[in-house]
């Protein structure tokens, strides 16, 4: 169970949009639409912000959005704000185990 | 107010054994699979493994297997992870979480618990 890949960090300024993209294969991300996104602050437990690729939990802002195309999902942030920086890391089920799979993470910083 | 607190973590030398608890708290828990995931000193987030509602079945990644145990007591509403034969490696903030919609969807999770395996 290889991590899936996301890159190592994103940048924007406030009220830009952001896409962090996780990289996986046809074992996980490319057969499953069991992918979720989660933000973490320092010091803070995650909080989940996507789950089955695109559905938003209550009380996730609709500034979050997520999709999928092959083996790649990605996170959109629209209306980048200042609360919005922190580590994000995607997660998918996959068959090779079976078992789920976190991203490397990425880093967001708002300019 | 729905919440998990951890607790069992502490020093331990490498090859030892620590047994891990989850506890739950005002939610129906044997509606949940429940998970476990870990968290190196500024590393990222690693899945452990997770647990059926009724305890039957058990998952884990791949370091993990063979060497920890995930298992539950419905009646006392907790949740247990055996770590056997640590290593270094194994250091790390452990999390419990549960999973909303048995899809890995992980929309609770407590503060975690630090384990640090040492000589």
């Known amino acids: 169970q290889s991590a899936l890949t996301q890159p190592a960090s994103v940048s924007g300024s406030p009220g830009q949009s952001i896409t962090i993209s996780c990289t996986g294969t046809?074992?996980?991300?490319?057969?499953?639409?069991?992918v979720s996104w989660y933000q973490q602050h320092p010091g803070k437990a995650p909080k989940l912000m996507i789950y089955?690729?695109?559905n938003r939990p209550s009380g996730v802002s609709n500034r979050f959005s997520g999709s999928k195309s092959g083996n790649t999902a990605s996170l959109t942030i629209s209306g980048l704000q200042a609360e919005d920086e922190a580590d994000y890391y995607c997660?998918?089920?996959?068959?090779?185990?079976?078992?789920?799979?976190f991203g490397t993470g990425t880093k967001v910083t708002v300019l | 107010e729905v919440h998990l607190v951890e607790s069992g973590g502490g020093l331990v030398q490498p090859g030892g054994s620590l047994r891990l608890s989850c506890e739950a708290s005002?939610?129906?828990?044997?509606?949940?699979?429940m998970n476990w995931v870990r968290q190196a000193p500024g590393k990222g987030l690693e899945w452990v493994g997770n647990?059926?509602?009724?305890?039957?079945?058990?998952h884990y990644g791949d370091s993990m297997k063979g060497r920890f145990t995930i298992s539950r007591d419905n009646a006392k509403n907790s949740l247990y992870l055996q770590m056997n034969s640590l290593r270094v490696d194994d250091t790390a903030l452990y999390y419990c979480?549960?999973?909303?919609?048995?899809?890995?969807?992980?929309?609770?999770w407590g503060r975690g618990t630090l384990v640090t395996v040492s000589s």
């Open positions: 046809s074992s996980d991300v490319g057969s499953y639409n069991l």
């Open positions: 005002e939610f129906t828990f044997t509606n949940y699979w």
């Open positions: 647990i059926k509602q009724d305890g039957s079945t058990t």
């Open positions: 089955d690729v695109t």
């Open positions: 979480a549960r999973d909303a919609y048995s899809t890995g969807s992980l929309d609770l």
């Open positions: 997660n998918s089920y996959t068959r090779t185990g079976p078992a789920y799979v």
